[in-house]
Nanobody, 127 residues
Framework: QLQLVESGGGLVQPGGSLRLSCAAS????????IGWFRQAPGTEREGISC????????DYADSVKGRFTISRDNAENTVYLEMKSLKPEDTADYYC????????????????????WGQGTQVTVSS
């Protein structure tokens, strides 16, 4: 089955850290740019980070810049989102999506067409 599976979400206190994983099953991520998105109840989906297929290019939303780091390990077929200094406003369901794009670009646009979406992992930042 061709799919993306997110993991690593959970409950964390403000100021804490989490690392999310986005693992591909049934296909290789080598030629896919990956985006991370989040959606809190009652809000639109927000593109927060992306990484190109080679990992050379990354991009971040202003809301997470300096706190979140995206990376990938193509040998492990997984993309990671390291989240530090978490705030209550980071509480949301987090999703990854794969865009077939072997070029050194990526997109955080949540409304474009992606080949695969994960099912999401919930992150709650609360004391």
């Amino acid at each position: 089955q061709l799919q993306l599976v997110e993991s690593g979400g959970g409950l964390v206190q403000p100021g804490g850290s989490l690392r999310l994983s986005c693992a591909a099953s049934g296909f290789r991520l080598n030629f896919y740019a990956i985006g991370w998105f989040r959606q809190a109840p009652g809000t639109e989906r927000e593109g927060i980070s992306c990484i190109s297929a080679s990992g050379e290019h990354t991009d971040y939303a202003d809301s997470v810049k300096g706190r979140f780091t995206i990376s990938r390990d193509n040998a492990e077929n997984t993309v990671y989102l390291e989240m530090k200094s978490l705030k209550p406003e980071d509480t949301a369901d987090y999703y990854c999506a794969a865009d077939f794009n072997p070029r050194s670009t990526c997109s955080r646009e949540p409304n474009r067409e992606y080949e695969y979406w994960g099912q999401g992992t919930q992150v709650t930042v609360s004391s």
